[in-house]
C-alpha cells in the first residue's frame, strides 16, 4: 500500500472512533444522572467556598493574608457564637499580625 492509500483509510477509522464515542456517550441516562450530580455539587455553598479559596491561595498570598481570609470565613459562617466574640477574634488576630510583623 502507499502512503496515500493508509492515509486515507487511517482517516476512516478515525471518523468512526469518534462516531462510536459520541453515540456511547450521548443521551444516555447515566450521563444525564452524573451531569446533574455535578451540578448539584457546583451548586452547594461547600463547593463555592473552597472553588473561592482555591482561586485565593492560587495567588500565593502572604500569611497575613491567610489569616484575615480565614477569619473571614469563619465570621461569615458565624462561628464565633455573637459579635462580641468575633470582635474580640478580630483584634487577637490583629495583635498577632503586629507582634509577628505581618
Same mark, same amino acid.
Given at each position: 500500500m502507499s502512503e496515500k492509500e493508509i492515509a486515507e483509510s487511517q482517516k476512516g477509522t478515525e471518523n468512526l472512533k469518534t462516531e462510536s464515542w459520541q453515540r456511547k456517550s450521548s443521551g444516555t441516562k447515566y450521563n444525564k444522572r452524573k451531569y446533574k450530580r455535578i451540578?448539584?455539587?457546583?451548586? @452547594?455553598?461547600? #463547593?463555592?467556598?473552597? @472553588?473561592?479559596? #482555591?482561586?485565593?491561595l492560587k495567588k500565593k498570598p502572604d500569611i497575613a493574608d491567610i489569616l484575615r481570609k480565614f477569619y473571614g470565613i469563619l465570621d461569615a459562617k458565624r462561628s464565633f457564637g455573637s459579635i462580641r466574640n468575633a470582635e474580640y477574634a478580630a483584634e487577637s488576630l490583629n495583635w498577632v499580625l503586629k507582634d509577628k510583623g505581618g
Open positions: 451540578q448539584r455539587i457546583r451548586a @452547594r455553598a461547600s #463547593y463555592r467556598l473552597f @472553588r473561592n479559596l #482555591y482561586d485565593f
